[in-house]
């Protein structure tokens, strides 16, 4: 008989809602079924179900309800095979009636409630299919170029990072990149200073739209220093390109005897974390494994490869784990359209960083065809869970796209407002502010002339290629010296 819980049913559909697939195909999900890949199972039928097909509401509600490769949970079955019954789908109806026959009026409501939440749920991802990166398959045979190499090496702070003071014991973490803290990240002593970014790589070389996924201790002058990094100019065909990358800094750099020698605690710390990582099959526990060895290469033994173990927990639908593996063979340049794959289901499963990655691509990558509206629709979605770049991102493109139809200054300006305490010092931010006062309904070309100047000072501090602002400002003004004043 089911137990209906008023509490449980409401709130556990809150959280396990996890659709993490965008390749429709039945056939493969029933494989993995008769084969008793109930997780990889699972994780099709989702992505089947997102195509309204009643066989995976149906299968779902059989997955759940006999707890084949995931929790037994009558409560998330029943939800399934109500949908599998609206559709009239084999004996699904039966079985509704039959788990349903002691439930009262109002269990039945909030039944109802939570069909209706997971459709809507899933129109949504009907909805992100539309918004897909196309593959541009005549690039898939190239490679960006980086000097004579095809692979980036990350940047290097110009000073060590001791050296600037910043080895100091207090733990924080930058949720800016829509990532979870990882076990090692949550003890109750201290660890010292370690940073890991993600960041873009103009055509110039310079290093722009930095975000921190992991960091302990005082970080802002090391990212302050990294940002002033020139490294190898991408290229594409010979044309410079935008690319991306990470780089680890601070102990994240060490190797073993260093790391055990000045910080035997944690060291050892870690080595227990990791060997209770390593015994778990769960995708999130995988996915922590993974990252630990990535972060904290000393971890790794000749037989543990990272790249192995993330795919594994992407192959099980982690979302998480989708990106960081998605990303890293794209930054490697083997597979760039598995790559892609991988990042676009990352997006689609609601990872902002993921969301703000494949606007990128859309806008830059030479594998991708170009789609600003494409791009322009994902960086408001990351934007909508608060990520600032994304929503600087989204501005630029309502302010400069070569698509006239998506110029919308005010809107632009509204995005700017909400990330100026954040960007006020980064110069594109500054380039935006002058290109709104320019493009406004009542332009303000004073202000215009202001920001474009600070724009310009701000990328020169920086080493960026600021030409083209340069030519702008000449535009605008007599040499730069005298300002054009509008009647």
């Given at each position: ?53 009643p066989e995976a509401f149906y299968q779902l509600g059989l997955i759940y309800y006999k707890g084949l490769g995931v929790a037994k949970d009558e409560i998330k079955a029943l939800v399934w095979f109500s949908l599998a019954a609206k559709h009239n789908y084999d004996n699904a109806q039966i079985i509704v009636d039959n788990l349903f026959k002691h439930a009262n009026e109002e269990d039945k409501d909030k039944l109802d409630e939570q069909v209706v939440f997971i459709e809507k749920k899933l129109q949504k991802k009907m909805l992100y299919r539309n918004y897909l990166p196309e593959i541009n398959n005549n690039n898939l045979h190239q490679k960006v170029r980086f000097g004579a190499e095809d692979v980036l090496d990350p940047a290097e702070l110009i000073e060590e990072v001791e050296e600037l003071g910043l080895d100091t014991y207090t733990t924080n973490f930058d949720a800016e990149s829509g990532e979870v803290t990882n076990n090692f990240d949550q003890q109750d002593f201290s660890t ?296």
């Amino acid at each position: 008989m089911l137990k209906m819980n008023k509490i449980k049913i409401w709130s556990t559909f809150l959280v396990f809602f996890n659709f993490s697939a965008f390749a429709s195909d039945i056939h493969q999900a029933d494989s993995y079924f008769e084969q008793h890949q109930y997780k990889l199972a699972f994780n099709e039928y989702l992505s089947v179900a997102e195509s309204n097909k009643p066989e995976a509401f149906y299968q779902l509600g059989l997955i759940y309800y006999k707890g084949l490769g995931v929790a037994k949970d009558e409560i998330k079955a029943l939800v399934w095979f109500s949908l599998a019954a609206k559709h009239n789908y084999d004996n699904a109806q039966i079985i509704v009636d039959n788990l349903f026959k002691h439930a009262n009026e109002e269990d039945k409501d909030k039944l109802d409630e939570q069909v209706v939440f997971i459709e809507k749920k899933l129109q949504k991802k009907m909805l992100y299919r539309n918004y897909l990166p196309e593959i541009n398959n005549n690039n898939l045979h190239q490679k960006v170029r980086f000097g004579a190499e095809d692979v980036l090496d990350p940047a290097e702070l110009i000073e060590e990072v001791e050296e600037l003071g910043l080895d100091t014991y207090t733990t924080n973490f930058d949720a800016e990149s829509g990532e979870v803290t990882n076990n090692f990240d949550q003890q109750d002593f201290s660890t010292p200073f370690y940073l890991i970014t993600e960041y873009d790589v103009a055509p110039d070389g310079s290093i722009r739209n930095i975000i921190p996924i992991h960091s302990s201790g005082e970080i802002k002058y090391a990212l302050f220093d990294l940002a002033k990094t020139q490294i190898a100019k991408p290229e594409f065909k010979q044309k410079g390109t935008h690319f991306t990358s990470r780089s680890y800094f601070g102990i994240a750099n060490y190797n073993k005897y260093r790391m055990r020698r000045r910080h035997e605690r944690f060291y050892k710390t870690l080595k227990k974390q990791k060997n209770l990582l390593k015994l778990s099959q769960e995708p999130i526990d995988k996915y922590r494994y993974a990252m630990m060895l990535t972060t904290f290469p000393w971890l790794k033994s000749e037989d543990e490869q990272p790249i192995i173990i993330l795919k594994q927990a992407a192959e099980y639908g982690y979302p998480l784990a989708e990106y960081q593996y998605g990303l890293k063979i794209y930054q490697q340049q083997s597979e760039p359209q598995q790559g892609i794959y991988w990042i676009s289901k990352a997006a689609k499963s609601g990872v902002k960083q993921a969301q703000y990655r494949l606007g990128t691509l859309l806008k830059h990558s030479p594998w991708i065809i170009e789609d600003e509206k494409k791009s322009l629709f994902w960086f408001e979605e990351a934007a909508s869970q608060g990520h600032i770049i994304a929503k600087q991102k989204s501005a630029e493109i309502k302010l400069l796209a070569k698509d006239k139809q998506l110029h919308d200054v005010d809107g632009a300006i509204i995005y700017l407002a909400e990330v100026y305490k954040q960007q006020n010092e980064e110069p594109q931010y500054q380039y935006l502010k002058a290109m709104a006062y320019a493009k406004k309904e009542n332009r303000e070309l004073p202000k215009a002339v202001q920001h474009i100047r600070r724009a310009i000072n701000f990328g020169k501090s920086l080493n960026w290629d600021v030409t083209e602002w340069q030519t702008q400002l000449n535009k605008w003004t007599s040499g730069g010296r005298v300002t054009i004043q509008d009647n």
